[in-house]
């Protein structure tokens, strides 16, 4: 089992930047893919970007809505990974959760993922 822990959420002006961050525990990070989700109110919980896992070359994958903008990375010896949200705008507001899973794929369904960390919650402003 691996457990999660997100931080860095916060309250942003539109066009400013955001890093979160994804503290992992339990079983060796590297070998999971990791993923970020966000949930606004109302709303089902949507695929940001991922990153395979570390012995595979660590492939990235992204969200149209957020490519370019957004880049997810991880830091193996640290057992962390991250999410660098820049240019962001009012509709990235949202909980931002990190997940992980050891399938070995492309994974951009909530329902590819076993592990769930809390969330943390973003706000931009307009």
């Known amino acids: 089992q691996v457990q999660l822990v997100e931080s860095g959420g916060g309250l942003v002006q539109a066009g400013g930047s955001l890093r979160l961050a994804c503290a992992a525990s339990?079983?060796?990070?590297?070998?999971?893919?990791m993923g970020w989700f966000r949930q606004a109110p109302g709303k089902e919980r949507e695929f940001v970007a991922g990153i395979g896992p570390d012995w595979s070359g660590g492939n990235t994958y992204y969200a149209d809505s957020v490519k370019g903008r957004f880049t997810i990375s991880r830091d193996n010896a640290k057992n962390t990974g991250a999410l660098q949200m820049n240019s962001l705008r009012p509709e990235d507001t949202a909980k931002y959760f990190c997940a992980a899973d050891t399938k070995f794929r492309t994974l951009v369904s909530p329902n590819d993922y076993n592990y769930w960390g809390q969330g943390t919650q973003v706000t931009v402003s307009s």
């Open positions: 339990g079983r060796t990070f590297s070998a999971y893919t």
